[in-house]
């Protein structure tokens, strides 16, 4: 098929690739623009464009390029824009989204499950409309949500199973949408800082969710200390919430969260226990005061 193709980061890029590699004639490939993506002034290209300038694909930053293109259709994969009614009109769309619609249309789907303590996701290959995520459903595929799993792990899980899904989609012909329900749908807003916050005074599996979506953090000594990653800890604590034994924090519910990797504000990232062996915390002294 003649396609087009419109995503922006690196979880948009292993559908392109597996479009390119089943055969797909991919026209134009449609991203955001370059970016300062590190530290100095240079900019660089999204991750879909480097790879469509690697493919040898045509690329552009602007949508409205794709209005000058003959295709069958076109292919969104987390391009981070809403396209416009005569693109909409221009050909017709499918989105691959990381989530069973209509549970968490938007933003981030993957770490919304999480949050909420989701025991199912998965990828859904939808129909694309002018609302945000309401389109009929070609083709769903469920995914378990493990415990421990990170939401950068269970991102990839659904990128390549969604890829796979996709292609399969296209050969088989995509036929008639299944209309989404008119119930049960949440939206996925975009996380924020208060959002990956950790909140001592909670339950434990409520840290523990937090720290898995990524940017967790809390204070110590009146900065901010990332908690790149966590895991619970056997046994009930004693302490205050908060309070660091050893390792160990103790949460409202009277679990605990053993640290296991940490970067305080202006460090690089370290071991827990290196960072307790050199900051030596108090026996009261709490994280998040």
């Known amino acids: 098929m003649r396609l087009i193709y419109f995503g922006t980061p690196e979880a948009a890029v292993p559908p392109l690739r597996a ?3 089943a055969g797909h004639d991919v026209v134009l490939v449609v991203s955001g623009p370059d970016r ?3 530290r100095g002034s240079a900019t660089s290209p999204s991750p879909v464009k480097a790879a469509a300038l ?3 694909l045509p690329v552009s930053d602007d949508p409205s390029d794709a209005l000058a ?3 069958e259709l076109g292919v969104v994969v987390a391009f981070g824009r809403i396209l416009s009614d005569d ?3 221009h050909v017709p769309m499918v989105n691959l989204h990381f989530s069973l619609l209509p549970r968490w249309r938007g933003a981030a789907p993957v770490e919304r499950a999480i949050l909420a303590g989701d025991d199912i996701t998965g990828v ?3 129909a694309v409309e002018s609302t945000l995520d309401t389109g009929g459903v070609y083709r769903r595929l469920d995914v378990a949500i493990d415990d421990d799993r990170s939401a950068a792990e269970l991102r990839s899980q659904l990128v390549e199973q969604g890829s796979a899904l996709l292609v399969e989609a296209l050969a088989e012909g995509l036929g008639d949408p299944e209309p989404q329900a008119s119930d049960g749908a949440t939206y996925a807003a975009k996380l924020t800082p208060d959002d990956v916050h950790l909140d001592w005074d909670g339950p434990a599996v409520d840290v523990l969710r937090r720290v898995r979506v990524g940017g967790a953090w809390t204070e110590f000594r009146g900065h901010r200390l990332k908690v790149l990653a966590a895991r619970a800890s056997a046994g009930a604590v004693a302490a205050e919430p908060g309070v660091l034994d050893g390792v160990r924090v103790a949460c409202g519910d009277g679990a605990a969260v053993e640290l296991v990797t940490v970067q305080p ?4 990232a370290m071991s827990a226990s290196d960072f307790v062996n050199g900051y030596r915390p108090t026996a009261d002294e709490r994280l998040g005061a």
């Open 54 to 56: 690697e493919l040898d």
């Open 19 to 21: 479009l390119v590699e």
């Open 36 to 38: 300062r993506r590190g």
């Open 265 to 268: 504000s202006g460090k690089a």
């Open 87 to 89: 693109l909409l009109a």
């Open 124 to 126: 859904c290959v939808m």
């Open 69 to 71: 293109v003959a295709a």
